[in-house]
């Protein structure tokens, strides 16, 4: 682990705020720890997530991961960021300790959640209606 890296992360919060008029908010609730993990993405009409933010009432580990998926998502599509892996989030804290190992899983699941809230809002399109738009 790059304790300087995690050190800065924690200190500086990168992320950690609630956003004003968000597209998508998602919440996520660890029952083995009782930590909280709330994103808000802001995303553009051609799917690009513009701005994300998130809150949580978790520790150092939380914090950190919260800040970690704020860097890696910001500017990709909503589809990039489904990709996001838990090894991607490791590689660039240079790994977690043995006891924190779910913190990643935990954190990507408050991002898949807000990515289906977000999806869930989004109008649907039926084939006919994609037909008249390509005719």
Known sequence: MD?????ELVTNRHGFAQMEQPTATGEYFSDSCGDMYTFYLKV??????EDISYFTTGCGFGVATCAIVTSLVKGKTVSEAEQLTTKEIEDFLGGYPERKRDYPERVLEALRITIGNYRKAQP????????????
């Open 3 to 7: 304790f300087p890296k995690f050190q």
């Open 44 to 49: 553009a009409p051609d799917e690009r997530i």
């Open 124 to 135: 649907t399109t039926t084939a006919a209606e994609s037909f008249l738009k390509i005719t």
